[in-house]
């Protein structure tokens, strides 16, 4: 082993670059078992950001369903999910391009259409695909007029037939989600909710039996005034239907029996399922013997645990912190895994504690893993400011470098990220782009500010009606908290996010100045106000509760708009913004970078055609991060390895 190398914090030469960040994000979604055969999609920037289906027969062998450009991707709420699903060897999918269904019977050569061409400007889109057992399709259907606005958004839960033909099953909710039919195919499940709640507020929990009637089975809107969130309905094969409620206070595991009451199975003190922000998520899965697998979070990290028949809970000792997408398949789950030290794989996980298989493997990186910084869980004080919680928590990434190490005295520059949402989470699986700033020298904060998920709903809803305010609180005493412990530079301590984690970074340079000497925007909302009054129907009400009602509080969107605050930024700051965001308009950026450049605060903006919010395409990926790293390095002066040929990002002022 050679001596190592004494190197300014920052200028570390690394393996991880920014063409291994993209080499290594492919990202894998969704899960599916099929007699036998596991399938899964994975996003692909490398061929343009296109979600590719891939099947692996029982001996082993992987191939592409979906040749390019096939592209199963759906735009419903516009984050996707359930793109896709098959039974019997037969896949639908949503094709990106122009949303139509389409359907690939096996040894079929190319895909057919199912679904009729768009007729633009209006356009239709499915998604949250569930196959029947007739050879039918139950999907979300979005409707989009010619308008564009998202009051002329609809949104029903339909049938698809092999022939097209489409049947509307439920209409009249704002929103719907999760179809689901019973195995017995007397029972239709289903979720819906109304505006301004978002899903995680009070989606509730309908069945629909065979004779029409119609059973509200929990979730929703009591007229108590009680509130009651549902996600992930799933059907077990005795035709009883399990889903997880926040009515403890968590989201806790329960089961339904038609003509029955539901019962409270498993609550473990932390949320078992997230978010709905993408469609057809699933934290836990019925096995057909009576137990469930089911993972959930402690201390920064997921277990892996199954629930047997007689309610006993026993945790599989497994190498991985994360798993999503469990999948039943007989006596085991497949589902996707990863760890500080491995990327998400497809994993089969025997429910009886036998060995895991890897069905998927993480790509061979040709790193070592003494390059990977682990995470420590930290829990940090933080103002209370009316939320009855005090302390908030991150996931913090020391500096590691097996060849370099620093000047003696010296202390490293912070990152700290702040996840989007906000109604998110981090999760400690290995990201090349933590690594990619941890093995240069950076420490790493990944933040779990109040308003995030995995630790209850009070945690959750702490961010009500104070975003702006306590996420701020959050992130400034993580960073100060890391200063005064003697691990990070007080002076190059830096914020970045993206989407509404961008928010809370242009935020904190302005409402909570003096903390951080550096910033960089991905895609962040600027004007709070803009975003209430013109961004898509699924957030179109989100910030009533974030905020406050719209426009009726237009004053406090106002107080807390970055927009609003242009003089308060003194603060360098790097903008990275998607030309085709529908999200966060690139109107919103345009507004930060002008007012910087009209206070001559040094400044770079990068804009990329063709990106929507959040970049998929494997040359934006690498010209943001190699962007971002460029500007740090002219802002806090050291040098950049000469060995990755990065190009100075131009700084104006």
Known sequence: ?????????????????????????????????????????????????????????????????????????????????????????????????????????????????????????????????????????????????????????????????????????????????????????????WLQWQHPDMPWDAAALVVRDADGGETV?????????????????????ESALWFCADRTGTWALYRWRPGGQAELVLDVGADIAGPQWRLGARRFAPLDDGRVVLAFPRQGADRLAVREPDGRVRELELPYTAFRALTAAGGSVVCVAGSPTSEPVVLRVPADGAPAEVLRPARDLGVDPAWFSRPDHVTFPTPERGTGIGAAHALVYPPTNPEVTAPEGTLPPLLVVVHGGPTSATTAVLNPEVQYWTSRGFCVADVDYRGSTGYGRRYREALRGRWGVVDLDDVVACAQSLADAGRVDRTRMAIRGGSAGGYTTLAALCLRPGVFSAGASHYGVAD????????????SRYLDSLVAPWPEGADVYAERSPISHVDAFDTPLAVFQGAEDRVVPPEQAEAIVAALRAKGVPHAYLLFPGEQHGFRRAETIRAALDGELSFYAQVWGFELPEDEGIQPIPIMR
């Open 217 to 237: 089975v929990a979730g929703g809107r009591a007229p108590d005034g009680r509130v009651e969130s549902v996600v992930q309905p799933t059907w077990d094969g």
């Open 1 to 189: 082993m050679p001596a190592r190398r004494t190197l300014p914090y920052g200028s570390w030469p690394t393996p991880v670059t920014s063409e291994l960040v993209v080499r290594a994000a492919a990202r894998l979604e969704d899960v599916a078992v099929d007699a036998g055969a596991v399938w899964w999609s994975e996003s692909r920037p490398g061929e343009g950001g296109r979600s590719a289906v891939v099947r692996r027969s029982d001996d082993g062998t992987a191939a592409d369903v979906l040749p390019e450009p096939w592209n199963a991707r759906t735009r419903v709420h516009e984050y996707g999910g359930g793109a896709w699903a098959v039974s019997g060897g037969v896949l639908w999918f949503a094709h990106f391009a122009d949303q139509r269904l389409y359907r690939r019977d096996p040894g079929a050569a190319e895909p057919v259409a199912v679904t009729p061409e768009p007729q633009l400007p209006a356009g239709v889109r499915y998604g949250d695909l569930h196959p029947t057992r007739d050879g039918g399709l139950l999907a979300v259907r979005e409707t989009h007029a010619a308008g564009g606005a998202a009051a002329d958004v609809g949104n029903d839960l339909v049938r698809v037939g092999a022939d097209g033909a489409v049947d509307v099953l439920v209409s009249g909710p704002d929103f719907v989600s999760d179809p689901r039919s019973s195995p017995d195919g007397r029972h239709l499940a």
């Open 528 to 539: 709070l106000a803009a975003l209430a009054a013109d961004t898509h129907k699924f957030e």
